[in-house]
């Protein structure tokens, strides 16, 4: 019997889910590779375990940006990886729904459709990632109904407005968290001459950063290494330096729903009014970014609980009933 399987293969983190089991993996999506055997090391938590302990022919390479895919061959591998750790073997002709972003042109949808059939599924089928994540929120996506939902992942931004089952208006950029994280990596390292982890950034970005600038809490001391002599110092980082790196990702998040809302019929307009938006994806957890675009835009905006596993819920729901749910699939060859 064909295994269903639920994947969304996210810039920055990767989740799987079955129909069965409900989400199994949650984690970077991250490829540690041996350049001189081509040979794949680890993947996931592990190899982000391995950064800055391998030797010079290991790399830990992510093989998505942007929400696409930037090596097609590792890609495949990494799929075919979580498709192991799942328990996932190629003899189960697995079948696949996939979440592709909107901004996805059909080449790049074509090359994770193929990625997936070189790791071992049978099948394949695309969903944009505000259809999925509006599934996984229980929306009315099938009805007359107006539903507005923006996914703020790390590599694209997006909005949407779904009814009818397809989406009615749309807004996209190719900009997300991680691009707050290199912000600050550049900010460090031209006005302070350091560098810093990568993982460090992530959490210092949750931590102290405000979608509205505001200062929450005091600086943070961090291990870092200084770029001039290579020394490791502690430096401190303050909330006004992370706001900083925050302002451009935030602010074209707040462009995107307005111009997706904008774009809307009226008797829609009048549903997002009652109803509101919905914010999901890891970048929704910044502080202070539903009161923003909740400002900008005049409508009530909400984060989604646990908002970086809503998409891949709204898939394995697809998986449930996938009868009922052709028309919302996207396939590749359209």
Do not use: W, Y
């Not at 639920?6 to 590779?33: C, K, M, N």
């Not at 509006?134 to 109904?145: H, K």
């Not at 210092?204 to 943070?220: C, N, Q, T």
């Not at 935030?250 to 729903?257: F, I, N, T, W």
């Amino acid at each position: 019997m064909a295994t269903d399987v639920a994947l969304d293969l996210g810039t920055a983190r990767t989740r799987l889910a079955t129909d069965q089991r409900g989400v199994l993996i949650d984690e970077p999506t991250l490829v540690a590779l041996d350049t001189s055997s081509g040979d794949v090391v680890d993947i996931g938590d592990q190899a982000l375990d391995l950064v800055g302990r391998l030797p010079r022919h290991v790399v830990v390479f992510r093989p998505l940006a942007q929400g696409t895919t930037v090596d097609f061959d590792v890609t495949a591998r990494l799929i075919s990886g979580l498709f192991d750790r799942a328990g996932i073997s190629k003899l189960s002709r697995a079948r696949v729904i996939m979440s592709v972003p909107t901004v996805a042109t059909s080449i790049e949808r074509r090359a994770l459709r193929q990625a997936a059939i070189r790791a071992g599924a049978k099948e394949v089928t695309l969903m944009e990632a505000p259809v999925a994540a509006a599934i996984g929120l229980g929306m009315p996506v099938q009805e007359p109904v107006g539903s507005a939902v923006a996914v703020l992942g790390a590599g694209v931004t997006e909005a949407a407005l779904i009814s009818l089952g397809g989406v009615v208006t749309s807004a996209a950029r190719r900009i997300g968290g991680g691009d707050i994280e290199q912000n600050l990596a550049t900010l460090l390292r031209v006005r302070h001459n350091v560098v810093v982890s990568p993982a460090v950034l992530e959490e210092i970005k949750i931590h102290l950063g405000s979608a509205k600038g505001r200062v929450r809490g005091h600086p943070v001391v961090v291990r870092a290494r200084r770029i001039s002599d290579g020394h490791p110092v502690d430096f401190e980082i303050a909330p006004e330096l992370v706001n900083a790196a925050v302002t451009e990702v935030v602010s074209a998040a707040e462009r995107l729903v307005q111009e997706c809302l904008g774009d809307a019929p009226p008797d829609l307009s009048q549903d997002v009014s009652t109803q509101g938006v919905s914010l999901v994806g890891g970048h929704a957890l910044l502080a202070d970014v539903a009161e923003l675009i909740e400002t900008a835009t005049g409508v009530t905006v909400r984060v989604a609980e646990d908002p970086g596993l809503v998409v891949v819920r709204g898939l394995a729901m697809c998986l449930e009933q996938m009868s009922n749910l052709h028309a919302l699939f996207r396939e590749i060859d359209r």
